[in-house]
């Protein structure tokens, strides 16, 4: 029959059915709305972050085109074409003959003139720089100044000659010769937008490079930042070089290839990881006409921080409602199972002791008020008389049967003894040993009265040993020097209560088994105890038992069916099993017998048992006898 499952009680069945529908119902709703809320908060968060991306943009393409229209307007400017013309002639010529410091003089503050009255008077450009191809400069703008400058070490110079008139703007560079706005103080960055002059066969006649400050450019991506601390802009010129920021030393991700290699089209936010940095939401966005690529990314993290007062609300509220529902759940189960409950306790009074208890005690109603449960309790006070009735009748016959076995075990020991000792006798008159007769007579009758007293079945330990030495003695007396023995007996042990003649027919196999080798023999009894137990102890200088036969004894002994050997007892061969039958049926499992033939020429008996200090102790344990 297969054993049953872990059982709970109608109660707590029905309060853990209903709670976990209610907590999965709860957990579900909490699923789907936190869902809802998060997908609004990624779609809010990515089209502000789309908003801010084209803002941006649109700020740095403006101020990029202010620059390329400055270069462009001083390039078609005739009247700078003229004067830088006659400013290159004059420098020339005073790098010669400096008598002409005046003329150059005079068309530099021309050209500064024209330069200042198109860039007007809020300085639309940090500073204008026109360059002739011998490598005369004139820094127009915020200062006007003439140098000579070597064209080829300037590290924008190769890469404008090959652009042939178109612009080409440079990464931000250190400028400490302009003075630097806002946040760009520190720093002091400043980007150059620099083309070519061509005269009208497009010859090379002249450079001319508008400088502009990095905080004026990109003023509006510093503003947004300082606005939401989550959210970094990065900006990359057609060369992939990171212009901004333009003011930190910190490394970062290289955005532009991780934005190239997701599929997420331009202008619209998409969501990537980096690995590192975890998971982020960007949007980006190219500069048309200049190829700049303008990126904005925010953390995951940051654009679901709005969620966090929503699910902490969430969680207290599904708390505090899951509480109250476990608390209903609870409350109602219990309502429903209060019969169920009161039919319970009635039964849990059906005891042994209850039953054997010589007064008479009723069970309690159940008082429900369901038919089935009133039926069904009244059925099992009518079975609760009816098991009164009978367990005394059923209890006194098995206590008498098990008396009975032991008592009938025991008493086959009398007539194994009885013939012994008379063989002993008869021996002794044969060669008129009259005296030694009598006294074997004396030591015969003490023992046989010991063994003829049916009426106890355990009797102290020192009892035992009292009339084992009467065995003994006589012994003693047939075989003279021949054989000795020895008792130590603890006497912390002499008051223990133990099977009564359980000692003689361990000491009768030695003499029928044991002592088959040439006298001296040698008997020990001794006892102890040890973990609550008491240990009996008979060891002869036989030697005889080999350690199969003892393995083979105990496999025999351990594997007795105890009702087919009550039915087979008979008088002879019955020794040892005789003592592991009453030992078991007293016992049970806390029975110790025990074979030891490890030491050289010795055979050891072990046995034992709890230890009870008086017979009321013991039947108060084994109440069945």
């Not at 720089?129 to 080829?152: F, H, I, P, R």
């Not at 980096?274 to 990126?295: A, H, M, P, R």
């Not at 003279?480 to 008051?495: A, H, K, L, P, R």
Request: charged fraction near 20%; hydrophobic fraction near 35%.
């Amino acid at each position: 029959m297969k054993p049953p499952g872990k059982q709970y009680s109608q109660k707590w069945y029905l309060f853990i059915i209903y709670g976990l529908l209610i907590l999965i119902l709860l957990v579900i709703f909490f699923v789907f709305t936190y869902t809802h809320y998060r997908k609004n908060a990624l779609k809010d968060a990515s089209k502000d972050l789309e908003n801010m991306c084209a803002s941006v943009e649109s700020s740095v393409r403006t101020q990029l085109d202010n620059l390329s229209s400055i270069s462009m307007n001083i390039v078609y400017s005739n009247a700078i074409k003229m004067n830088f013309r006659e400013f290159s002639t004059s420098y020339q010529k005073y790098a010669a003959a400096p008598t002409d410091q005046a003329a150059s003089r005079e068309k530099a503050m021309a050209i500064h003139d024209i330069v200042t009255a198109m860039i007007g008077a809020y300085q639309s450009a940090s500073g204008i720089n026109l360059y002739t191809m011998d490598g005369s400069c004139v820094e127009a703008g915020y200062w006007l100044k003439t140098t000579s400058v070597d064209l080829e070490h300037l590290p924008w110079y190769s890469q404008t000659l090959a652009l042939n008139g178109h612009k080409y703007i440079t990464a931000p560079v250190v400028n400490k010769e302009l003075p630097a706005k806002g946040e760009n103080q520190k720093s002091q960055k400043f980007i150059s937008l620099v083309r070519l002059f061509l005269d009208s066969d497009g010859t090379p006649e002249g450079i001319v490079e508008v400088v502009q400050d990095c905080d004026r450019i990109f003023s509006l991506s510093s503003q947004l930042e300082n606005q939401n601390p989550d959210s970094h802009v990065f900006i990359y010129n057609n060369r992939q070089e990171l212009v901004y920021p333009y003011a930190s030393n910190s490394s970062y991700p290289d955005y532009y290839s991780i934005i190239t290699q997701a599929s997420v089209p331009e202008n619209q936010a998409g969501v990537i990881s980096t690995g590192s940095s975890g998971k982020f939401l960007y949007s980006y966005q190219t500069i048309e006409g200049y190829d700049w690529t303008v990126i904005l990314v925010r953390p995951q993290s940051a654009f679901y921080k709005s969620l966090s007062l929503f699910r902490t609300t969430f969680f207290l509220i599904g708390a505090f409602s899951i509480l109250v529902t476990l608390f209903l759940c609870f409350f109602i189960s219990k309502r429903l199972t209060v019969p169920l409950e009161k039919l319970t306790a009635a039964t849990g009074k059906i005891t042994i002791n209850r039953v054997l208890d010589e007064k008479k005690v009723n069970l309690t109603s159940a008082d429900s008020s369901i038919k089935e449960l009133s039926l069904l309790c009244e059925s099992i006070r009518s079975m609760y008389e009816k098991l009164r009735s009978t367990s005394q009748e059923v209890l006194l016959s098995k206590s008498e049967e098990t008396r009975a076995k032991f008592q009938a075990a025991q008493s086959l020991i009398n007539p194994h003894f009885l013939y012994n000792c008379l063989t002993n006798i008869s021996v002794m008159a044969e060669e008129d040993m009259n005296e030694d007769i009598v006294r074997m007579c004396s030591y015969l009758c003490d023992y046989f009265r010991y063994i003829s007293s049916s009426r106890e079945m355990i009797v102290p330990l020192k009892e035992e040993i009292l009339y084992t030495e009467c065995y003994l003695n006589c012994m003693q007396m047939r075989y003279n020097e021949g054989f000795t023995y020895t008792m130590n007996i603890d006497e912390g042990t002499e008051e223990f209560y133990i099977p009564k003649l359980i000692i003689q027919p361990i000491v009768e196999n030695a003499f029928k088994y044991g002592f088959q080798i040439a006298p001296p023999w040698q008997l020990s009894i001794a006892s102890y105890t040890k973990n609550d137990r008491w240990y009996l102890k008979v060891e002869d200088n036989g030697g005889l038992l080999s350690e199969d036969k003892r393995e083979e004894l105990l496999r025999i002994y351990e594997n007795l069916d105890m009702n087919k050997e009550w039915n087979s007892l008979q008088i002879g061969n019955m020794g040892l099993k005789n003592v592991c039958l009453r030992l078991r049926l007293l016992y049970g499992t806390e029975a110790v017998f025990q074979i030891d033939c490890s030491s050289p020429c010795k055979t050891s008996f072990i046995v034992g048992g709890p230890v009870y200090h008086s017979r009321e102790e013991y039947y108060e344990h084994h109440p069945e006898l």
